[in-house]
């Protein structure tokens, strides 16, 4: 194996020890825009009908006010409670009704984007969405979009065609950092909080917060702040805490300590070689330099060998968050779900890049992926298809940590060339020799 870093990050690994570990490179991730420019450029676009699936129902409203100050264009805003009215301005009389502000949406002139919030339940009735219908065939020639927001969308299909769906996702450390400064203004001018805190420790502290909505994690630090009595290093791990209960609560990925090593793991000699080359090929600078990040590993092995502690160990080398995603908290009653459960979780877990994703006993939700689908209708196959597409496509960012008792349970797919493709097999000499802590 080769010395030079920048060779080995792209040289896959297969090892057993607990059992067989087996790891593929990623692409660095390519520039992207920002939420801004996208939204600017599906209204610039003339799409039509644009709907945001998030609670966030203020960020949204805040995006659109930016993106319709930059265009030159008025913002009008829609509510059941308050009708249509101009950003900022009295509401239009007698609008509260759906149709009725349709009507009065159909009568307004030169380019605008309306804000219409949880609209999509009108839309069932048959004379709203013919309404809703003939304003989007009369928009697509000029530049004007009604976006529909709500925490849960769903159009009928006659609507479906017209309609593109934006994700907003959750804030980036970037977007977070104005509010925490705001917050700790507030903080010391209301409460008289002194704040100990330099640029840097305030930057990492909106950084810690990241994977929350906004609103929830100005809540959070707020409740941090009040708790201490203080803003100092401290808040950092306090906020972290705090964020690790608020993931613990929604469900899908719950943080893990760092509290393991390869200190309290005997053997594995070479996934240790080549889990200290790769460390620097996941920060900003090491991206910078070329180096290609590491995508995962795949650990294979009996139960008690020791492979969840091989597995929490690498978080604990590196440093890195770790976060477990409960496979069987994915599976939802409703058709579509499940599946937006999964993307939900893979996107958290993005946004907490640099991170590493734990999934623990990984043949237990795809095994019946392998099968004809009977057993489940296909959502087992359908929750594989998007791991699998994640696992291809995704930004780096993100080492994925997997163990299995059973990897023959395993579906062709996930073992393919490329997510997982060894170039060398290591066993060990004793099955229990992955452990030296216990």
Not at 16 to 45: C, F, I, M, W, Y
Not at 204 to 220: D, I, K, S, T
């Amino acid at each position: 194996m080769s010395n030079d870093p920048k060779a080995a990050s792209s040289a896959p690994i297969a090892t057993q020890a607990p059992g067989t570990v087996t790891t593929a490179p990623v692409k660095p991730a390519a520039p992207h825009q920002n939420k801004h420019d996208e939204l600017r450029l599906l209204v610039n676009s003339h799409h039509p009908i644009i709907t945001v699936e998030t609670p966030e129902e203020e960020r949204v409203e805040q995006l659109l006010l930016d993106v319709a100050a930059e265009l030159a264009v008025p913002l009008y805003t829609w509510s059941v409670t308050a009708g249509l009215a101009r950003a900022h301005g009295a509401p239009i009389y007698n609008t509260d009704n759906p149709e009725q502000a349709l009507a009065n949406v159909a009568l307004i002139q030169g380019d605008a984007i309306f804000l219409l919030k949880d609209f999509a339940r009108y839309c069932d009735n048959d004379r709203v969405c013919r309404r809703l219908r003939e304003l989007a065939e009369k928009f697509r020639a000029e530049r004007r979009s009604i976006v529909i927001t709500a925490a849960a969308l769903q159009l009928p299909a006659d609507l479906r065609g017209d309609s593109l769906p934006f994700q907003l996702g959750l804030p980036t450390a970037d977007e977070l950092l104005a509010s925490v400064k705001s917050v700790l203004a507030e903080m010391n001018r209301t409460q008289q909080i002194p704040l100990a805190l330099d640029l840097s420790g305030i930057a990492q502290l909106a950084q810690n917060l990241v994977g929350l909505p906004q609103e929830e994690a100005m809540r959070a630090l707020r409740m941090c702040i009040l708790a201490r009595r203080r803003v100092d290093v401290g808040l950092l791990d306090a906020v972290l805490d705090a964020k690790r209960e608020a993931l613990r609560s929604d469900g899908l990925l719950e943080t893990v300590r760092r509290d393991a090593s390869f200190a309290d793991v005997a053997g594995l000699r070479r996934l240790r070689e080549w889990i200290a080359k790769r460390k620097s090929a996941l920060t900003p600078e090491g991206r910078r330099f070329g180096l290609e990040p590491p995508k995962g590993i795949l650990i294979t092995g009996v139960q008690g060998c020791g492979k969840s502690l091989a597995a929490r160990s690498v978080a604990g080398e590196w440093g890195y968050e770790m976060a477990r995603l409960d496979a069987g908290a994915l599976y939802d009653k409703y058709i579509g779900e499940s599946e937006k459960k999964l993307q939900k979780a893979l996107e958290l877990a993005q946004k907490l890049a640099p991170m590493v994703l734990w999934i623990d006993e990984i043949e237990k939700a795809f095994a019946s992926a392998g099968s004809s689908g009977d057993a489940d209708a296909g959502l087992s196959q359908r929750l594989l298809a998007t791991l699998l597409t994640w696992m291809q496509d995704r930004e780096g960012g993100v080492f994925l940590a997997a163990t299995s008792n059973n990897i023959s349970a395993l579906p062709p797919e996930m073992l393919r060339k490329g997510r997982f493709s060894p170039d060398y097999t290591q066993r060990s000499r004793r099955s229990n020799s992955s452990t030296r802590k216990y």
